[in-house]
């Protein structure tokens, strides 16, 4: 079901090199420039015709051949890259998946030379789990690779509504340090299920209903029982409603209810045991879906509505004020109609 062509042809060439160079130079003056954890633990690889290797991301191996980088709990900025997500990739006999590129052109470049610091094989998959900046916007670094991008059938139209001011964004975020970064848009289209095959090693891809996003991926690895929840899943972070707070809970119900060994938050920790991690989310979505409800039939507005909501949340989640009051304006805009 291959719907749509990439459409990003030019410049990666010389922006890789651009940036390669840079991170040469960056490693070169370690001592005096400040740079991210990301950064400061990564290692140069070797130099090929003078030009520096870029550096790897760090990921930890949560089960065989499953590799996760964990992203920091703060917002994108210059410092961290955009690094902020839970990204990483699947090794099999004959294939690898990267499951989401990362936050910017940067770290896209570090996921790919922590899989080539690992293996030869052909990075076939590059699965982009929702339309998130923080998640897919290191996608234009596997360009060379030519891997199929694989997304849900809504990211495209995700991707046309957003995906510039989301560019725009993370540019004034990061001024030089998005350099590279820009909109890949998928060339192969989930709209309910696809496997794919790593050698010996099936992934089973579902695209879900309205729920953190409208256009969200998971990913079952048959081989480990690994469920790759994306930002279905937040642990530690405060969950992000984005798509429908009533359909997450729906979904919330069918995932749980998948025999997992283990699962990988969007944010959070690498791995998690599954369906427990579930339920600080599934406790937030509730009490925001009761509260909201009540404040609606209390007469209480849209604008004041955050403070009477899910307060007994406050001290569970980090960003908790950042992103709760959102988090209500969205679900009131839902509930309202009902
Ligand atoms: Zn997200």
Redesign the pocket.
């Known amino acids: 079901m291959r719907l749509l062509s990439c459409c990003y042809l030019g410049a990666p060439i010389e922006r890789q090199t651009g940036a390669l160079t840079r991170a040469g130079l960056l490693l070169f003056f370690a001592g005096i420039i400040r740079r991210s954890a990301v950064l400061a633990a990564a290692v140069v690889l070797g130099t090929t015709a003078g030009r520096a290797e870029t550096a790897a991301l760090p990921v930890t191996e949560i089960a065989s051949g499953i590799f996760v980088h964990n992203g920091v709990h703060e917002e994108a900025s210059a410092a961290n890259e955009d690094a902020i997500?839970n990204i990483g990739f699947i090794i099999g006999d004959e294939a690898v998946a990267v499951i989401d590129p990362g936050g910017s052109f940067a770290e896209g470049g570090a996921l790919r030379a922590a899989i080539r610091a690992r293996t030869d094989q052909p990075i076939r998959y590059v699965i982009l789990?929702?339309?998130?900046p923080?998640?897919i916007f290191g996608a234009a670094a596997f360009r060379d690779d030519h891997p199929d991008f694989v997304g849900h059938a809504k990211l495209p139209g995700a991707l046309a509504q957003r995906g510039d001011y989301y560019v725009r964004r993370l540019h004034s975020a990061l001024g030089d340090e998005a350099s590279g970064t820009e909109i890949v848009v998928p060339t192969v289209l989930v709209s309910d299920r696809l496997d794919l095959d790593l050698g010996h090693r099936r992934l089973t891809l579902r695209a879900h209903g309205p729920a953190?996003?409208d256009n969200d991926l998971t990913i079952f690895d048959q081989k480990t029982r690994t469920l790759w929840l994306?930002?279905l899943l937040f642990v530690d972070r405060i969950p992000?409603i984005?798509g429908s707070l009533v359909g997450w809970l729906k979904q919330l119900d069918e995932l749980t209810a998948i025999p997992a060994d283990r699962a990988v938050p969007?944010h959070g920790p690498v791995s998690v045991p599954w369906p427990a991690a579930a339920e600080p989310e599934r406790r937030y979505l509730e009490a925001v879906a009761h509260d909201t409800r009540a404040a609606i039939r209390s007469g209480i507005g849209l604008a004041t509505a955050y403070r009477q909501v899910a307060n007994s949340e406050r001290g569970n989640w980090l960003l908790f004020d950042d992103y709760h009051p959102r988090n209500v304006t969205a679900s009131y805009k839902e509930l309202e109609w009902e």
């Not at 789990?129 to 998130?132: D, E, I, K, L, Q």
Request: glycine residues 8%; charged residues 20%.
């Open positions: 997500a789990t929702h339309v998130h923080d998640h953190h996003t994306a930002d992000v984005d969007g």
